[in-house]
C-alpha cells in the first residue's frame, strides 16, 4: 500500500496541483501563532513543549484515524493516505517557479528570470546573469525536492499510516516558522528545539537522498563532491544536497551572487559547466530519475517481504 499510495498522490498532483499556500501553509501559520501565543516567552524549552504538543497530536491523530478505517476498509485506509500525502508532499508546490524560470532564460528574457527567482527566494537578484538565475534556481530545486518528495517520503515509509508524512512535514514547518526566524526580545530562544530536532530529524534523509542523486547522475563526481565540498556551505543540509546533486549533474552552484543589491560570496558547488537553462532542464530528469529510483527499491523490498512470508 505503502507504494501505490506514494504514485497515487503524486499523479494526483501533477493532474490537480494543489493551492499549497490555501489549503496547507495559511492553516499551519495559524496553528504556530496559536502555539506561539500562548507557550512563547522567550525560552527554548516552552519552544519544546509547543513542538512536542503540535507533533504528538498531529501523528497521533492521524495515525488514529487511519486504522479506524483500515479496520472499516482498506480502501478507505488508502484513500486517507493518498489524502495526506497529496496535502503533504509534491513536486508541483513550487515547479511552476522551475518552469517559468527556464522558460524565461529560454526566450532571453533575463529581467523577467530575475523578477521570478526573486519571488521565489523571497530576495532581490538584481544585476544577476542568466547563469547565476539558472544556478539559484537548481539549487532551489535540489533542496525543495527534497524538502517535499523525499523528505517526506522516508518518513511516510518508517512510520504508520500517514503519521511520518505529518511528523516530517510539520517539523520541516515548524523549522521555518520558529527555527530560522530571527532572535528578538520577545521570540527570544523559543525557536531554538525546532531548528536542533529538525537537524536530528533530517539527518540520514539528506544524506539517501544525496546517495540516490548520484545513483541516478555521475556517482563519481557526486560522491567526490559530497565529500569534499559540503562541509563548506553554511547550513550543512542543503550542502550536501547541493554539492551531489551538482557533482550528479556536472554543473557547478554555489559561487558569488548579486543579492540584495550587493555581491554575496559562496563557496563553490559541484563540478563541471556553468549552469544554463539546459542544466535547468537536466535537473528535472535527476529529480524524476530520483523518484523511480526510491519507487523500484520499494518495490523490491514489496516483492522480498512477500516472498519471505
Known sequence: MTLFSLIAALLLEQLRP???????????GVFARFLEDRFNDGEARHGAVAWWVAIITSCFASALLYFVLWHVHPVLAFAFNVLVLYLTMGFRQVSHFFTDIQLALRMGELPQARRL???WRGRSHEGASSSE??????EEALVAAHRNVFG??????????PSGAVFYRLAHFFNEAWGNRDRSDEFGDFGDFSRR?????????VRLTAIAFSIVGDFEDGVYCWRAQATQWKDKASGILLASGGGA???????PIHESGEVIER???GVGDEADADFMQSTIGLIWR?????????????VAGWVGN
Not at 538565475?133 to 537548481?138: K, S
Not at 517526506?152 to 499510516?161: E, K, N, Q, R, S
Not at 549533474?249 to 559561487?255: A, H, I, Q, S
Open 18 to 28: 494543489l493551492p499549497v499556500e490555501r489549503f496547507v501553509k495559511a492553516p499551519l
Open 117 to 119: 527567482i526573486a519571488e
Open 133 to 138: 538565475v539558472a544556478r539559484l534556481a537548481i
Open 152 to 161: 517526506v517520503a522516508f518518513w511516510f515509509i518508517l512510520l504508520p499510516g
Open 197 to 205: 530536532v529538525f537537524a536530528i530529524l533530517d539527518w540520514l534523509p
Open 249 to 255: 549533474l556536472g554543473v557547478r552552484l554555489g559561487m
Open 267 to 269: 563557496p563553490e558547488m
Open 290 to 302: 530520483t523518484l523511480v529510483l526510491v519507487c523500484l527499491v520499494l518495490a523490491l523490498l514489496g
